[in-house]
């Protein structure tokens, strides 16, 4: 009862495009959900997410779970979870991706779940790491440890959307490190973030994790962007 008088005063509104929730709606109305484009990377292992790594790292699996546009539910959602503080976006997201990644047979392997990190500067300005609610909903899901000490951002930047392709890239490959042991050594990592751009941020996290002997790398975000 006390619940329903709060949802008078204080309705649940979608995260994707901000209309009143009903009562068996959670977080994304069912519109949202319908017309959210899925990417469905995982029932494609040579998708266009494992593409963008060619040459560049290698990679055991990558993918996301949805596509992202400009002004789109998407866009939305990822500014809502990252800058409003509506961390119930990442629990959601990760509960639903989960089902996917479920059957991929080359995430079998994986022995723990790596959040690219925030700086412990910009954590303590925003007070959480935007996938660190995916990432918990995930280790639940998929019965997977997750690991958010391992990898270290060292360096302090300004938020990536306002930076231009160069400002992304320039200097990367210094921001991250790794702090590890042996008994970290020939794991297969699972590094998850919110949106592949670029990847330069993924890619230099990677290289961080392929410090570690016999270490093997997948990635796994909530959405791609996509042109």
């Known amino acids: 009862m006390f619940e329903s008088i709060i949802n008078l005063f204080f309705p649940k509104v979608c995260s994707g495009c901000s ?10 109305c069912t519109v949202c959900r ?5 990417t469905n990377h995982h029932l494609n292992p040579e998708n266009d997410a494992f593409k963008k790594f060619y040459g560049r790292i290698p990679v055991i699996h990558t993918s996301a779970l949805f596509y992202f ?13 990252k800058y409003k503080g509506h961390e119930e976006i990442g629990t959601i997201l990760g509960e639903w991706y989960a089902e996917d ?26 007070g959480y790491n935007q996938v660190t609610a995916f990432g918990k909903a995930l280790s639940s899901g ?44 020939n794991k297969h990592f699972l590094l998850i973030d919110d949106v592949i751009t670029t990847g330069s941020t993924l890619e230099a996290c ?19 962007a996509q042109s």
């Open 101 to 126: 990644l479920k059957t991929i047979d080359l995430l079998q392997s994986v022995d723990e779940i790596i959040p690219v990190p925030l700086h412990r500067r910009k954590l303590k300005e925003r």
């Open 34 to 38: 319908h017309d959210i484009p899925l």
């Open 206 to 224: 990677s290289r961080a994790l392929l410090k570690i002997p016999g270490a093997k790398i997948s990635i796994v975000c909530m959405a791609m």
């Open 69 to 81: 546009h400009k002004k789109g539910i998407v866009q939305e959602l990822i500014h809502n979870l």
């Open 142 to 185: 998929l019965n997977i440890d997750y690991n958010d000490s391992i990898l270290v951002r060292n360096v302090y930047s300004k938020t990536q959307s306002k930076k231009n392709l160069l400002g992304r890239t320039e200097g990367i490959e210094s921001t991250f490190d790794v702090s590890f042991t042996e008994k970290d050594h």
């Open 19 to 28: 209309s009143f929730l009903l009562p068996y709606e959670n977080v994304i």
